[in-house]
């Protein structure tokens, strides 16, 4: 199993502002993934964080928006810039041990308000 | 487009009866599905995997089924309890992810 913090755990911004979330995991993995879950919607898929290269975003993200890091193996970093009120959201960050049938486990999630 | 769909209206049952949430998946055939749990203000958690090739797998209290014919999924809480209650999201895999909305489950003492 694999745990996870993400800071902040919750935060209200102003419009036009930008905040970085962090993820850390207990362990070495070589996959992070950094979703999206609005109230009413499903959890969606923002980009996928792989250490030593370019983070991969899904149709409807792009990295002007979300920049990501992945210094190392156990931390990243997903950012929101030039917040507006549609970005308020929960953020959440998982990982997925390979070999362990593809369970993913989840951070406790970042709650982001935009004012 | 690919979809996960589950039960929209929340599920309120006794304590002690057994619980059946449903998962259908539409224009795609997932090589294996996901059951998670999630509580307010908490990120998911895994509960089971079965694969496509496999009509039923058992943990516990919990019981999940995989239909390939009818393009669905049923998830089981037997003896159901008040530490039951929570959100119920199911995920079918392709190149990632598609999640369902999840189904709200209320265990009432």
């Known amino acids: 199993s694999a745990v996870i913090s993400q800071k902040p755990s919750r935060d209200i911004c102003q419009r036009g502002t930008s905040l970085t979330i962090q993820c850390q995991v207990d362990?070495?993995?070589?996959?992070m993934f950094w979703y999206r879950q609005q109230p009413g919607q499903s959890l969606t898929l923002i980009a996928t964080a792989n250490q030593g290269s370019e983070a991969t975003y899904e149709s409807g993200f792009v990295i002007d928006k979300f920049p990501i890091s992945r210094p190392n193996l156990t931390f990243s970093t997903l950012t929101v810039s030039n917040m507006s009120p549609e970005d308020s959201s929960i953020y959440l960050c998982s990982v997925d041990l390979a070999g362990i049938n593809n369970e993913q486990f989840f951070g406790p999630g970042t709650r982001l308000t935009v004012l | 487009s690919q979809k996960i769909e589950q039960n929209s209206e929340a599920l309120n049952i006794q304590e002690g009866k057994t619980a059946t949430l449903t998962c259908n998946y539409t224009n795609y055939s997932p090589a294996y599905l996901q059951w998670y749990r999630q509580d307010p203000g908490r990120g998911p958690v895994f509960l089971l995997l079965i694969r496509e090739n496999e009509k039923e797998k058992r943990k516990e209290r919990l019981k999940v089924t995989f239909d390939t014919t009818l393009k669905q999924s049923l998830f089981h809480i037997t003896a159901s309890q008040p530490a039951d209650s929570a959100t119920y999201l199911c995920?079918?895999?392709?190149?990632?992810?598609?999640w369902g909305l999840g189904t709200s489950l209320a265990v009432n003492p």
């Open positions: 995920a079918g895999n392709n190149r990632k992810l598609i």
């Open positions: 362990s070495q993995v070589t996959m």
